[in-house]
């Protein structure tokens, strides 16, 4: 039973562009917010973007921002991370997350987000 699929990963060089989707099943399951983690082999998952549906509001991760772009499409019940300017260092499995309520931990934590994608491998070479 998945709940959010993801795609667009692959093998880039650095300075290339990549675009990740993620489709959620159920638009309920998504209704509060969505985002995209990250982890690099040997490191925790972090985290790297976000939008919340209403509002449309958009949160980055220091390290990605100005490179990355979250978005949404209400129609497909999908967002997409446009990622742009990619470096050796942006080579983790990217993990689509979804949640349909608010919970203290906040949009950075992945505790936020109950229902969670297969993950998809992003390389970046140098």
């Known amino acids: 039973q998945v709940q959010l699929v993801e795609s667009g990963g692959g093998l880039v060089q650095a300075g290339g562009s990549l675009r990740l989707s993620c489709a959620a099943s159920?638009?309920?399951?998504?209704?509060?917010?969505m985002a995209w983690f990250r982890q690099a082999p040997g490191k925790e998952r972090e985290f790297a973007a976000a939008v919340f549906w209403s509002g449309g509001n958009t949160y980055y991760a220091d390290s990605v921002k100005g490179r990355f772009t979250i978005s949404r499409d209400n129609a497909k019940n999908t967002v997409y991370l446009q990622m742009n300017s990619l470096k050796p260092e942006d080579t983790a499995v990217y993990y689509c997350?979804?949640?349909?309520?608010?919970?203290?931990?906040?949009?950075?934590?992945?505790?936020?987000?109950?229902?969670w994608g297969q993950g998809t491998q992003v390389t970046v070479s140098s």
């Open positions: 997350a979804a949640a349909s309520v608010y919970t203290s931990s906040g949009y950075y934590s992945d505790s936020m987000y109950p229902y």
């Open positions: 159920r638009r309920t399951i998504s209704d509060y917010a």
